[in-house]
């Protein structure tokens, strides 16, 4: 049986089709035209804006199955790499604004509890009283209990968005809010890249601009290299421009959920760190007295490498232990190197040190060395120390050197000096903090030195192991009544374990290690060996004591040294530091300057956080010049203190008692810029007093 067709309908539908491709032919006409002119735009902006960016959009090389698809509502949509599916469905704007309304409306925002500090009425540091009121105040304000911010409002200090897609997200956000700091995350790209189709970006980078804003872009990052790039960011502007951001994820992912995964993981390392003011004058003062005990500069940099020369860096780490024999068999074909108390392991076990690495201030960690080594054998010994060190230490050893520490007052102070005296800069040795063997490896890998060995710097502990060395000054356990100090504890963070599963370590020695990393990643070095059963170093080799062979060959170690003090240290030749260097008017000046700026008259949440941001930008402008060292004087203060008030601003309903709350913190932050207005010309020069009785 024949069906019968209805030749009507079926032309009707056929007309339908041909006319629905035809219209689809229309907008892909309509699409090219408009997203070639686009792209052309987006380039020049960005070769204005973003010369780096430009570049790479110059230089990419799209695959052969690169394809927009233009979609019923006539905009771009796009299939990602690896995957099956488009991005967007056929009206990506409808759908793009209906996922702004449900997180603008159900936002989530970064957040930090600044009750947390510790409450210490017994220290008289200006710092310490001041964080002291902090944490006070932001207790009674906690205590009101009002109702938090629900909803992102109309300004808002950041905004850090994960996934650019095709970008239309990003101009319908900026019309809804303004941000003062707006960065950008994208993994693929080459999403970004299909972006430039159907993006005005030139139209964002020029609203944002016009704003007084900042825009980052974060392109083909993972999530190692994100951090990097924020951490530069943060050391550059300061961390207020992350503490209290808005948390927008557009486009789905593994990559990109696993990116925010371990930025949440992360975030902590930037909620402390920033220096303070005690910190900075004391640092500045131990500089001071640096140069007038006629300490050698480090000034020099390795012109080539040295592979042959065994350089033992020690640490007080369990694994110290296991590799006692090898270091006693192996000492005098190697330069001995201990870290901080290790020196007082290595001499309970009989194992001769050639340099000893120091970096801590305080007068207290002056007087435990004082205790815990004979003076006699000290002036065997040969000094490494950052600039920050306790100055008197010097006069202890045979010889000191001394090496400039990055993000220091007194760092500036000198290279200033390095370049008005003997007309160079002064090198500054990298990730060489939070702990001593960061300084050690620092030191050492700048000297040009690549046979490396690392014994004792675990950065943790097996889960049931011990926490120092044997023979170290610390107690066994902390709670019991053995002699020895107290060690800090670790607290249950775990770091994969160089010959084991993983190892147990807290916050400080978490930051070691990825500093540790980082140092080993700059130099590019691969054939350090870390010994023992502490935490695995990526870019080390994970090797037991047992596998150690002997050093065969032996060194002229008197030559070695000295060629470390003569090829690398330079004593300036001055005597003391001019008062032009110190700038006591300069500092006067500048605070005078930032207390006008807190005295203006603020009407709302928008205009408080511009006086913020005017006040650190303004403070941010004296980095890398003269009054380099006044800037860290400042820095970590004006971080402490803004990154609270800017939270504090954008945390509550209430804007009224948001600006309230805001008010009285602004007089806690005069007062303290006063304070140090008024201790900086009585005390650039004072040595840290901590600890002395």
Not at 354 to 367: C, I, Q
Not at 382 to 406: E, M, S
Not at 625 to 633: D, K, S
């Amino acid at each position: 049986m024949i069906k019968n067709i209805d030749i009507n309908n079926e032309l009707e539908h056929i007309s339908e089709k041909l006319e629905k491709t035809i219209k689809h032919q229309e907008r892909e006409a309509i699409f090219a035209t408009e997203a070639n002119e686009r792209f052309e735009k987006n380039f020049e902006c960005f070769a204005d804006f973003f010369p780096d960016i430009a570049i790479a959009i110059k230089n990419f090389k799209t695959k052969n199955d690169f394809c927009l698809h233009v979609t019923d509502s006539g905009h771009g949509n796009f299939i990602p790499s690896g995957g099956s599916t488009l991005l967007y469905s056929q009206d990506p704007m409808a759908q793009t604004k209906k996922q702004i309304h449900m997180q603008t409306s159900n936002p989530a925002f970064s957040f930090t509890d600044y009750t947390g500090y510790p409450e210490n009425d017994d220290d008289t540091r200006i710092h310490i009283r001041y964080m002291t009121k902090l944490t006070q105040f932001m207790k009674n304000v906690r205590a009101e209990d009002k109702p938090r911010l629900g909803k992102l409002p109309s300004s808002f200090p950041s905004a850090i968005i994960f996934g650019i897609g095709l970008g239309y997200h990003v101009p319908l956000l900026l019309e809804q809010t303004q941000f003062d700091y707006t960065f950008l995350v994208e993994p693929d790209f080459e999403q970004f890249f299909a972006s430039l189709f159907c993006t005005d970006w030139f139209e964002v980078i020029n609203k944002v601009d016009a704003d007084g804003g900042c825009l980052f872009f974060h392109l083909g990052v993972d999530h190692e290299s994100f951090i990097t790039d924020i951490e530069k960011i943060a050391e550059d502007i300061g961390a207020f421009s992350l503490v209290r951001s808005f948390c927008y994820q557009h486009t789905p992912g593994v990559e990109l959920n696993d990116l925010i995964k371990q930025w949440s993981n992360d975030y902590f390392r930037f909620q402390f760190g920033h220096g303070f003011y005690n910190d900075a004058i004391t640092g500045l003062a131990h500089c001071i007295h640096h140069i007038r005990n006629k300490a050698a500069l480090l000034t020099k940099t390795a012109q080539e490498m040295d592979f042959d020369t065994p350089i033992f860096i020690v640490g007080n780490g369990p694994s110290l232990d296991e590799a006692e024999v090898f270091l006693k068999n192996n000492h005098q074909k190697g330069i001995v190197i201990a870290a901080g108390t290790a020196i007082a392991s290595l001499y309970n076990k009989g194992i001769p040190v050639d340099f000893h690495v120091l970096v801590e201030r305080p007068y207290s960690n002056y007087k435990i060395f004082g205790d815990i080594f004979p003076a006699d054998e000290y002036k065997k010994v040969n000094l490494l120390g950052l600039n920050t060190l306790y100055p008197d230490t010097n006069k202890r050893y045979k010889w000191a050197g001394i090496a400039g520490k990055g993000n220091e007052a007194g760092t500036c102070l000198m290279e200033v000096l390095c370049l008005t005296h003997i007309y160079q800069g002064l090198p500054l040795i990298p990730f060489c903090n939070p702990v001593v063997a960061n300084a050690a490896l620092s030191f050492f890998l700048h000297m040009g030195f690549r046979n490396i060995y690392l014994f004792g710097v675990d950065n943790g502990k097996q889960l049931s192991g011990s926490h120092h060395s044997k023979d170290s000054i610390y107690k066994v356990n902390n709670d019991d009544d053995t002699l020895g100090y107290t060690c800090l504890e670790f607290d249950g963070r775990l770091l994969k374990g160089n010959l084991s599963e993983s190892v147990i370590t807290n916050d400080l020695f978490f930051v070691a290690h990825v500093q540790l990393e980082k140092l080993l990643a700059h130099y590019k070095v691969t054939s350090c060996i870390n010994v023992g059963h502490g935490a695995k170093l990526q870019g080390a080799i994970p090797t037991a004591v047992e596998h150690l062979i002997d050093i065969e060959r032996e060194i002229d170690k008197d030559l070695a040294i000295s060629n470390i003090k003569n090829d690398f240290f330079t004593e300036l030749p001055i005597d003391d530091v001019e008062d032009r260097f110190i700038a006591i008017d300069k500092l006067e000046e500048i605070c005078e300057h930032l207390l006008s700026i807190i005295d203006e008259n603020i009407t709302g949440r928008a205009t408080a956080a511009k006086q913020l941001q005017r006040q650190a930008r303004y403070v941010y402008s004296l980095k890398g010049t003269t009054l380099g060292h006044i800037f860290h004087i400042i820095k970590g203060s004006l971080l402490y203190y803004h990154c609270p008030m800017i939270t504090l601003l954008y945390q509550y309903e209430d804007e009224v008692f948001c600006l309230e709350k805001y008010k009285q913190l602004n007089k806690l932050w005069k007062c303290y810029i006063q304070e140090i207005m008024a201790d900086y010309k009585i005390h650039y020069d004072e040595k840290c007093d901590l600890g002395k009785e």
